[in-house]
């Protein structure tokens, strides 16, 4: 975290939740995917927090990653490292701003101060696996990691069912409906009957 010193009390219990979350062997698959979608050219980090966040910080390295993943037209047109921090922010921003067009949703993205100052990191590793989702599912041809790297998203499946087919299905009574088949409620005893006199 940037410029501010450590947290106590009930801030500290939910940074410490937040840090809990961070995967290492995730952190693993990401350098590895970035390493090889982007080129020699982006380096590696340091093992750890510190330098998986080093590494993306300036936003060059994610501006990178998502230019690659375009075919034609690159989304990020400049990629320049800058020691000021509000350029770097930006880098990061133009990213986000890339993946959404990419087609990573809203919910699976970080905010740019989740990877700025280090609040959470496991946010950014949801938001590069999430991409590394998109990617294997549009099969443009541009990923280039392994396939069991990330989960290949669900497609659509649609059917078109004729008349006869849809009037038939009507008759089917569903599983989760219960069956019909035995239902009769010859020889069940509720308990001794009632005696009228």
């Known amino acids: ?29 990401l350098v590895e995917w970035i390493s090889r979608q982007c080129g020699s050219g982006v380096g590696k980090p340091e093992a750890g927090k510190t330098g998986f966040q080093t590494w993306l910080k300036d936003g060059c390295v994610l501006s990178e990653l998502i230019n690659s993943l375009f ?30 067009k990419y087609g990573v949703t809203k919910t699976d993205m970080f905010q740019t101060v ?11 590793q949801r938001t590069l696996s999430a991409l590394g989702s998109l990617a294997i599912t549009k099969e443009e041809g541009t990923y280039k990691g392994e396939a069991n790297w990330f989960f290949k998203k669900a497609q659509e499946n649609k059917r078109d069912f004729s008349d006869d087919q849809m009037k038939a299905g009507k008759n089917v009574i569903g599983l989760q409906m219960g069956s019909n088949q035995g239902a009769s409620q010859e020889g069940m005893s509720y308990g001794r009957p009632r005696q009228i006199m």
């Open 71 to 100: 075919t034609g037209d690159k989304p990020v047109k400049k990629i320049a490292s800058s020691p000021a921090a509000f350029k770097q922010m930006e880098q990061i921003s133009q990213f986000l701003n890339a993946s959404e």
């Open 114 to 124: 989740d990877l700025w100052e280090g609040k959470d990191l496991a946010a950014v």
């Open 1 to 29: 975290m940037a410029n501010k010193g450590p947290s106590f009390g009930l801030s500290r219990q939910v940074q410490d939740k937040i840090d809990s979350k961070y995967d290492t062997e995730l952190e693993q698959i």
